[in-house]
């Protein structure tokens, strides 16, 4: 509802990596009925919201900031709270498509964790599911921001916080830092074989980096092997 439902992107998944053959097609229309989600089970509406972290990271720091008390009122499956998150992130993601249909520029934003996150699912066998790929994603990418001076210590928790009062994972990879960085290698945002990353520049906003040492993409990497 607050990620796929708008945009107009078809995609279907390779051997190769996910997504990587599609089409932008936009509907006439898009009806949500936020009841619908009352039928889901648990991991999967937290699956959801890390797509709904990831828009106010990249865009609204303000909402950013009274996540944790909306998350929880979401996590008891209140209608009226799911109801406002999903018109929130719809009205983000509507406002960078209507901006950059086809992803020229700043639609990619959107892909914050997604590099990441589609090669664990990949190396995992979707044993993660996508919520849970993007949110240690979304903590690889903080990492890396970290790293490069975009986040400073106190913006990074904070990241961190918000996935763990979601009951997102943080920590605890298992899978094979080669096997991930060459699973990247195939994702359908690499061009000329540079890795492109969304990164974090702060909180609500976002930028693109194509030029991050592959040293740094493993060690934000193996930084998600320890258990906190």
């Known amino acids: 509802m607050v990620d796929a439902s708008v ?56 909402h950013f900031e009274q996540l944790p008390g909306i998350i929880e009122k979401a996590l008891v499956a209140a209608v009226d709270a799911l109801a406002e998150l999903v018109a929130h992130n719809v009205r983000i993601k509507a406002r960078v498509v209507e901006a950059d249909p086809l992803e020229k520029g700043e639609r990619a934003h959107l892909n914050l964790g997604h590099t990441f996150g589609h090669a664990f699912e990949k190396v995992s066998s979707f044993t993660y599911s996508h919520g849970e790929a993007v949110s ?62 969304v990164l974090p520049d702060g909180i609500g906003r976002a930028m693109i980096r194509d030029d991050v040492p592959e040293q740094l993409v493993r060690d934000a990497i193996a930084s998600l092997k320890g258990e906190g």
């Not at 096997?179 to 074989?193: F, L, N, P, S, T």
């Open 7 to 62: 945009g107009g992107k078809t995609g279907i998944d390779h051997p190769c990596g996910k997504n990587l053959i599609g089409a932008f097609h936009q509907p006439i229309g898009v009806l949500i009925d936020p009841d619908v989600l009352l039928t889901l089970p648990r991991r999967e509406i937290v699956g959801g919201l890390a797509e709904c972290i990831k828009h106010d990271i990249i865009r609204d720091e303000r």
């Open 136 to 197: 240690l994603g979304i903590m690889a990418a903080s990492h890396m921001a970290r790293e490069l001076k975009l986040l400073n210590d106190q913006q990074a928790n904070a990241i961190r916080d918000v996935l763990e009062v979601a009951g997102l994972p943080v920590d605890g990879l298992t899978l094979d830092v080669d096997e991930c960085v060459q699973a990247m290698i195939y994702d359908k945002k690499v061009i000329g074989r540079r890795i492109r990353f």
